[in-house]
Nanobody, 123 residues
Framework: VQLQASGGGLVQAGDSLRLSCAAS????????IGWFRQAPGKERELVAA????????YYSHSVNGRYSISRDNAKNTVYLQMNSLKPEDTAVYYC?????????????????WGQGTVVTVSS
């Protein structure tokens, strides 16, 4: 499956952004999706994930309560709504897909990756 992440940009602290991850396959509903981010000099970290049905979600401690992940399987798209953005949210954001009913926490569990979209939050 090919993934296309979009929606990044330059915003001020406190603003919101919505990222989209569009998939190329009609079997998109077979994949759990994770949103990762990687800041300069830091390891890639999982910030949110969603099961293939959308019934289960995960958020990292750093974004819990501010980010919301959702999916529209009819549109082959997963969204990441990011509210109350902080400068420390600045990173390249990647979406990734893994076959299976549930989501996974480790990057190595995801076989398919999008190209990344840059989010920059100024103070």
């Amino acid at each position: 499956v090919q993934l296309q992440a979009s929606g990044g940009g330059l915003v001020q602290a406190g603003d919101s952004l919505r990222l989209s991850c569009a998939a190329s396959e009609r079997t998109f509903s077979n994949y759990a999706i994770g949103w990762f981010r990687q800041a300069p000099g830091k390891e890639r970290e999982l910030v949110a994930a969603i099961s293939r049905s959308g019934g289960s979600t995960y958020y990292s401690h750093s974004v819990n309560g501010r980010y919301s992940i959702s999916r529209d399987n009819a549109k082959n798209t997963v969204y990441l709504q990011m509210n109350s953005l902080k400068p420390e949210d600045t990173a390249v954001y990647y979406c990734a897909a893994a076959q299976g009913s549930t989501y996974y926490l480790k990057p190595g569990s995801y076989a398919y990756w999008g190209q990344g979209t840059v989010v920059t939050v100024s103070s």
